[in-house]
C-alpha cells in the first residue's frame, strides 16, 4: 500500500482564496483525521470521520473550514475564504481500529498571503 | 475527556548519553497512550504504544516507555542516544476503549544531539 496520500505538498495562495486540500486513506481503513500542526498550537486536531460519518469536529476552528468524506477513499479540508493565520502544515492520518496507530500522510504546506 | 502535557519543548543531550522525554496526561477513562516521532518535512511515525498488559512499553529504534498510572505519567527513554535520534517527539493519548473518543498529541519535544 503506498500510505496516505495528501495533496498537494505545497499551497501558496492569496488571502481570500478558496484552498481545497485532499487526502486519501489507506485501503480499509475506517477512520480518518484531519489534523493541523503550527509552531505556536502544535498539533491540533480539526474533525475526525468514522465510515465516512464526521464523528467530531469541535477542532474546526470556525465556518470557513469545512470538510467531507463522499467515499472510503477520499476526503477534503477546504478554507472558504482563506486567511493568513491559516498558514500551517495540514495533516490527514487514517486507521483502521479505533484509538490504535494512525498513518500520517506527508502533509501540505499551506501559505496564506 | 483527555489531554497531554509534554514537559519541556526542546531537549539537548549528547551522543551516547541517556534520552528522557517527559509526558503526562489525563483521562476520564483508562487511556491509550502513544509516542509518535516526527522527522523534517515527513509526517508522523509511531514509535509505541501502551493499551494494556504491562506498563514497561518497548517501540522501535530502542525507545521504550513506561506507563505509570500513580503518577499519570508516560515518560519516554533510550539509553543511549544516536544522532540519527534528533527529531521532533510528540506524546498522545486517547480514551482507550471508549467509545467515543479521538486521538490527543501533546505540544511536542524536539530533541537535539550534540556530537
Known amino acids: 500500500d503506498a500510505g496516505v496520500i495528501q495533496s498537494p505538498r505545497h499551497e501558496v495562495t492569496e488571502m481570500g482564496q478558496e484552498v481545497t486540500l485532499r487526502c486519501k486513506p489507506i485501503?480499509?481503513?475506517?477512520?480518518l483525521f484531519w489534523y493541523r500542526q503550527t509552531m505556536m498550537r502544535g498539533l491540533e486536531l480539526l474533525i475526525y470521520f468514522n465510515n465516512n460519518v464526521p464523528i467530531d469536529d469541535s477542532g474546526m476552528p470556525e465556518d470557513r473550514f469545512s470538510a467531507k468524506m463522499p467515499n472510503a477513499s477520499f476526503s477534503t479540508l477546504k478554507i472558504q475564504p482563506s486567511e493568513p493565520r491559516d498558514s500551517a502544515v495540514y495533516f490527514c492520518a487514517s486507521t483502521g481500529a479505533r484509538n490504535e496507530k494512525l498513518f500520517f500522510g506527508s502533509g501540505t504546506q499551506l501559505s496564506v498571503l | 475527556a483527555q489531554s497531554v502535557t509534554q514537559l519541556g519543548s526542546h531537549v539537548s543531550v549528547s551522543e551516547g548519553a541517556l534520552v528522557l522525554l517527559r509526558c503526562n496526561y489525563s483521562s476520564s477513562v483508562p487511556p491509550y497512550l502513544f509516542w509518535y516521532v516526527q522527522y523534517p518535512n515527513q509526517g508522523l511515525q509511531l514509535l509505541l504504544k501502551y493499551t494494556t498488559g504491562a506498563t514497561l512499553v518497548k517501540g522501535i529504534n530502542g525507545f521504550e516507555a513506561e506507563f505509570k498510572k500513580s503518577e499519570t505519567s508516560f515518560h519516554l527513554t533510550k539509553p543511549s542516544a544516536h544522532m540519527s535520534d534528533a527529531a521532533e517527539y510528540f506524546c498522545a493519548v486517547s480514551g482507550g476503549d471508549s467509545s467515543a473518543s479521538k486521538i490527543i498529541f501533546g505540544s511536542g519535544t524536539r530533541l537535539s544531539i550534540r556530537p
Open positions: 485501503s480499509g481503513h475506517d477512520y
